[in-house]
């Protein structure tokens, strides 16, 4: 199974995540996220394998999100313009994500990665 692994190194959850499957014997390309930012069309791609509404890739709790008051923007902002927005800076994505052939994951839940990963 191919994994890519989306992480900010310096990110506490990212940190539980990478032990997680380094614990689990995962084997994984690791991404650092603002070094290489996702692109607009790996977001879209990302976004439609997800499942989950967009929002879900905005770190809702990072200092950039709060600055651009985007709590209050996105809902006027079309998906198109939302996901342009996330291609620009890695540290408006919610992080970790977790991307297989089947499914995309956002943050970190030991459990849904269980499943995701079929340990």
């Given amino acids: 199974m191919s994994v890519l692994f989306v992480e900010y190194p310096r990110c506490s959850t990212c940190q539980k995540a990478k ?3 380094d614990d689990h014997g995962v084997v994984y390309e690791d991404r650092h996220i603002r070094e290489q930012n996702p692109t607009e069309e790996e977001l879209k791609a990302w976004h439609e394998k997800s499942g989950l509404p967009l929002k879900k890739f ?3 709790s990072g200092q950039l999100y709060k600055s651009m008051q985007l709590k209050d923007r996105l809902p006027e902002m079309s998906e198109e313009e939302q996901i342009a927005l996330l291609a620009t800076d890695g540290m408006l994505v919610k992080r970790p994500i977790i991307v297989t052939e089947d499914t995309v994951l956002t ?5 849904a990665w269980e499943r995701v990963i079929r340990l």
């Fill in 107 to 111: 943050g970190f839940r030991a459990e």
């Fill in 19 to 21: 032990k997680w499957l």
């Fill in 58 to 60: 905005f770190n809702t």
